[in-house]
C-alpha cells in the first residue's frame, strides 16, 4: 500500500502571510493523482486543489498553489494571503491510477491562522 | 445541490443495539463511499459502491454492513458494534468511480457505542 505522509502535525500562520504545509508519498507507479483537502472544525471535508502526476505544471486555485516534485516524491500546499476561514485540518491524500487505492490520506496537519 | 447529507448527526448505541446510518446526494454521482474517522485522525475508507454495486470493502468487520438502495442513497447498518467502533462516520460521493474524481463529504454521524 502507498503512504503519505505530512511532517508537520501543526503550523500556524498571522492573517495576510504565507505558509506552506508539508506532505511526501511513496508510490513505485508513474502515474497518480495527489489531492488536498481541508476539514474545518465541525465542518465538511472539501477539496482543496489537487494535482496528476504526469502534469508538469503545478496546480493553482486562487490563494491555493502547490509545489509538485515528481522526483522528490513531495507534495506542498501554498497558502497565501492566509483567512482565518483557513483554519482547518489539512489532508493530503494520493489515489493511484488503476483506482484500486482510493484517497489514501496523510495523517494530516491542523493549521491555525492568528489574527 | 453539491451537498451530501447524512442522518442521524449523532448516534449513541448499546452493543446489541442494531441500527442504521444514512447518507443521500442528488448530485446525480454514480460512486458512494463509507470512511471511518477516529478523532485526529484521517478518514480511513470502508465501502466503495459504484454503480450501486459494491466494489471495494476494505477488510471490514461484518457487524458493519452496507447497502445502496439506489444511485442517489447509502445505508451502514451496524449491529453488535464494539466500544472502539465509536467515531465519526463519513460518506462522500464524486461522478463515478473513477481516478481525480472530486469527492464530496457529508458532515458524518458521530456514533458513539456504550
Known amino acids: 500500500a502507498q503512504t503519505v505522509t505530512q511532517s508537520q502535525p501543526e503550523m500556524s500562520v498571522q492573517e495576510a502571510e504565507t505558509v506552506t504545509l508539508s506532505c511526501t508519498y511513496d508510490?513505485?507507479?508513474?502515474?497518480?493523482?495527489l489531492f488536498w483537502y481541508k476539514q474545518p472544525p465541525s465542518r465538511q471535508m472539501i477539496l482543496v486543489i489537487r494535482q496528476e502526476a504526469y502534469k508538469q505544471q503545478n496546480a493553482t486555485e486562487n490563494r491555493f498553489s502547490v509545489n509538485f516534485q515528481k522526483a522528490a516524491k513531495s507534495f506542498s500546499l501554498k497558502i497565501s494571503d492566509s483567512q482565518l476561514g483557513d483554519a482547518a485540518m489539512y489532508f493530503c491524500?494520493?489515489?493511484?491510477?488503476?483506482?484500486?487505492?482510493?484517497?489514501?490520506f496523510g495523517k494530516g496537519t491542523k493549521l491555525t491562522v492568528n489574527p | 445541490d453539491t451537498e451530501v447529507t447524512q442522518t442521524p448527526k449523532h448516534l449513541v448505541m448499546g452493543m446489541t443495539n442494531k441500527k442504521s446510518l444514512k447518507c443521500e446526494q442528488h448530485?446525480?454521482?454514480?460512486?458512494m463511499y463509507w470512511y471511518k474517522q477516529k478523532a485526529k485522525k484521517p478518514p480511513e475508507l470502508m465501502f466503495v459502491y459504484s454503480y450501486e454495486k459494491l466494489s471495494i470493502n476494505e477488510s471490514v468487520p461484518s457487524r458493519f454492513s452496507p447497502e445502496c438502495p439506489n444511485s442517489s442513497l447509502l445505508n451502514l447498518h451496524l449491529h453488535a458494534l464494539q466500544p472502539e467502533d465509536s467515531a465519526l462516520y463519513l460518506c462522500?460521493?464524486?461522478?463515478?468511480?473513477?481516478?481525480?474524481?472530486?469527492?464530496?463529504f457529508g458532515p458524518g454521524t458521530r456514533l458513539t457505542v456504550l
Open positions: 462522500a460521493s464524486s461522478q463515478d468511480y473513477r481516478p481525480y474524481n472530486e469527492q464530496f
Open positions: 508510490t513505485s507507479e508513474s502515474d497518480y493523482y
Open positions: 448530485m446525480g454521482h454514480r460512486a
Open positions: 491524500a494520493y489515489e493511484n491510477q488503476g483506482g484500486s487505492e482510493k484517497l489514501v
